[in-house]
Every structure is written in structure tokens, then in C-alpha cells.
């Protein structure tokens, strides 16, 4: 991406973004030279005649003017974009700003043309007042200099490269450095994955000091700080108890109504049973649980002996079979907000959970939250912990639909930044670049959070996405390398661990690798842990003659 003068980043025609970079030295506004650099611009890329250019560039400059006003009016300076120690060759200068341009009321049929002319961009011409917008496209210019609207607007953002992005994974998701407690790592994550119930302990592990199972336990039973809940794309997740709500609400209720009829549907179909009954079975199931206050689905099925039906699913499939009613029951009643996971049956490896009223299990009750609030809870801590990303990067993340990614985004004020090759989004205060870290390797569980947090994952898996994902989209065991996935690893029957590179890495690199294998190694004591998805380099790493 050239740079114009002392501060405009051009992109190419229709970025979805009008972003002006002024420079604000001494907190006077100027814009530098960008806007006289246009004609040299045009010249250059569309063989203008040198009489046509100066035209324009004479009307360019008498709206200049127009154009700082609007600036001074509209404009607000967000932050630095980054200190002079911290520029690359070819980033902005020092000094720089950036400013987003508020949309003016009554932008007229100017800004109403360009909508038409882009209508994927439609509603993002945020506008810097009416005045340039008429001049580009005005009857003389409209064809000629369609390009000088793409460039002289604002076709300004924020550059977060891949290494920016790495260095931010490194540092927000505590791989560099570790965390300052089980709850704080979960929050900022935005939750840590349960699908896999040693998922979250390996998680936590590989980002804390000195951690043991009995922390993670003591938060999950004991203080209830954190608690499990269905959320994100329909998946299991360990947040911290004032999330709770958010995931519920924002994520998992929409599957509410649906799995509701298919179940009623299932019961007329092969018991002739309709909901009235199933209605019946939810109330004594409260009930029970209510008399119990904690208790498992065989000790709920004594009480209520109607859990014990059976439901054929996948008739004639390879993948059918039978499940029993008590889990779609448990499914429904958490779902709405009336039980909750409690303790496991068994060991930390365990995912047969006990169940508990959700008012007896979290004492200090959360507000509720509608949908809407519980979406924006979730994408502004998506944003910190997570973004830059792309708007398929939370859509994907979150489950939501267009609709609500969308708004979710506006409700948290997100920014535009540019991207390797896409277009980004931050937090309104979240535009500085990250500081330089050591060299750091860690090794991350199946389904962990960090790798699952985007949609693109390009920037930190490069070409090895079929050796590391199963069929299903779920990531197994990953050897991380400076904020890159460079291999996999599996932990074999006697309890070692072995690891396997799918990239080069120098002698000081696999040092910190097996460093981290040897530190893995030792915390697990004996236990063996087989991840709940295969995939093909894992398996391959657990077949190995060694």
C-alpha cells in the first residue's frame, strides 16, 4: 500500500471504510500535503492530461477548506497510532492520528450515489460532509476521477499485519507471559472449551504459573466463580460465573425453541407422546432436582422414571443410534436457565456431569440480560481479546447470524483496521500496536480456545489445516512457535509426550518446544489423556514406533 504525503494509506476502490489520516502536531490540524499529492496520483495512474489534472486540482483545493471544517466539526482523534520507536519502514509517520469521521445529517444525493455505486459498502460512507462527495461526482469528474474518491476519502486505516496479530495472540491470550489467575485467563479468552472435559485444564495449564487441577476445581465447585454453560456454536464452555447470562442468552437460547419441537417430534413419532407429556416430565425433573439440590441422571431417573426412555436417531445410518430422554431433557432445562453442570462423576477426565438448580448453584445471581446486550457483552470481549478480526472471524466464532453480528459490532463502536487482506475490527480504543516479546513455544490442547477464536486462520496455520482439524472443523493438539502453529503433538500409552514439526525451526526454537513438552510431561503425573477428536497428524504422531 503506498503512502501519499505525510498521511493517507490508500487501499484499493470500495474498502469499506472512510477513515481520514490527520496529522494533529501541536494539536493544530493540518492535513500535510496528501490532497495535493492526488494530481501526481492521477497523472501517474490514469495518464491525465496535465491541463485536466491542474483543473481538478484547483477545485480540489478551494474545497479544502471545506473539507478541514468538516474535520474540526466531525472528526474526533481517536489515540496515537503508535510512537516513532514503534514505526516500521513504510507504517505512518509519528505523530499520526487517526480520525473517524462522523456522519453528517442530510448527506444528500451525493452520498446516496456512491451507496448505489457500492452497494456492499452501503451505509459506510460515514462521510466527510457533502462538499468532496459532490465535487467527485460531479458531471466533469464522475468517470475520470472515481479513483481520487477511493483515495482522497478516506481509504485510511490502521494496518494490523500478521505479526501484529501474532504478537497480540502472544501477549491477550497469555502464551508469552502467563496469566494472573484461572478466572482472568478465562475471562479474557472469552471462555475456555469444555466439549473435551480435559480441555479447560490443559488450557489453563499451558498459560499459568504453577497451576494445578485443584485451582480450576476450586473456582468451578467451591467458589463458583466460574461455571460451565453451553454457549458458542452450540459448544460446551468454562466462563466466568457474570458470563454465565451472556453465553445463555446470546448463544445458546436460540437452539431452545428448535430443539424443543424436534424432541416433541421424535416422542409423537416413535412413542406417541406429545408435549403435553414432555411438559410433565420437565416439571417433575425441577421438582426432583429441587428435593435433591445436586444429583445425576441415574439418581434423577429413580424420581423421575420417564428420563429413562429411549429415542432412536439416524435410522438406517451409519452414525444413528440411541440416546436417552434425560439428555434432552437436561438440555432444555439448562438451556432456559433452570439447572446448571455441577460437579463431575468422576475424575478431572470426566464429562458425566451432576446437575443443580441454577439458583441454589450461583448464590450471587447475575443480572439478566436481553439477547441484544448479551451479544454486545460478548463481541466487545471477542474485540479484546481476539481482534483484529474479520466480521466472518466473529460471525464464525459466535454462531450469530449476519443480522446480529452486524449490530453487534456497531453497539460496541467497532473500528475498521486493515488487515493482511481483509478488512478488521477493533475497539474504539484498542488501536495501538503491541510491543516486541521474547521467543516463546507452547503447547495447546485439542479445541483449545486460541486457535478456535477465528474463522481465517491463515495468518497462524499456513497450510497445514488438514493435519491439524478433523473433518468436523475441531483442531486437535497444537505445538505453537511465536505465534504460529508449526506441529502437533499426542501423548502416548506409558505417558510421554511426543511431538511432531510440520515446519523447520532453528536448535534455540526446539529447545523452548521441548521445554514445554518436558513441562507438560511432569504436570500430568501418569495420567493419559486422549483428545475426544482425532486428527490426522496426532494419530499419526500416536502410531509412531519410538
Known sequence: MPVLGEGIRT?????QSLWIAALFPDTDLSMGEPLADLGDLATSQQGTSDSRTQEVDGEIARYRHRLETDLRENGVPERHVGDAEDRRAGDDPPGAHVCRIKRPAGNGHAVAKFDAREPHCSGQWEGIGNHLVELLWSEIHATE???????????????MDAAERRRRLAVRHFLAAPG?????VARDLGGMHSTDPTTVYLSARARLSGFCREELEAALYEERSLVRVLGMRRTLFVVPAEMEVALRQGCALKYLAAERRRLVTLLMDQHRLDEEWLEGVLARTRNALMELGEAGATELTELVPELGKKLSFGEGKKWGGQFGLSTRVFFLLATSGEIIRARPR????????RWSPRRSW??????????????????RRWLRGFGPGSFDDLKWWSGWGVRDTRDALAAVGAVEVQLDDATGYVLPDDLGLTAPVAPWAALLPGLDPTPMGWKDRDWYLGAHRHELFDRSGNIGPSVW????????WTQHEDGDIGVGLLETVTTDEMSLIEAQ????QTWLEGDVVTPRFRTPLESRLGKQPR
Open 362 to 379: 450461583l448464590t450471587d445471581e447475575s443480572t439478566e440480560m436481553t439477547p441484544p446486550e448479551s451479544r454486545t457483552l460478548l463481541a
Open 145 to 159: 476521477y472515481m479513483d481520487r474518491a477511493t483515495v482522497g476519502y478516506c481509504l485510511f486505516m490502521v494496518v
Open 11 to 15: 487501499g484499493s476502490k470500495g474498502d
Open 180 to 184: 494472573p489467575n484461572v478466572v482472568d
Open 481 to 488: 512457535l511465536n505465534g504460529r502453529i508449526v506441529g502437533g
Open 346 to 353: 468422576g475424575t478431572w477426565v470426566s464429562g458425566q456431569y
Open 517 to 520: 513438552a518436558a513441562s507438560l
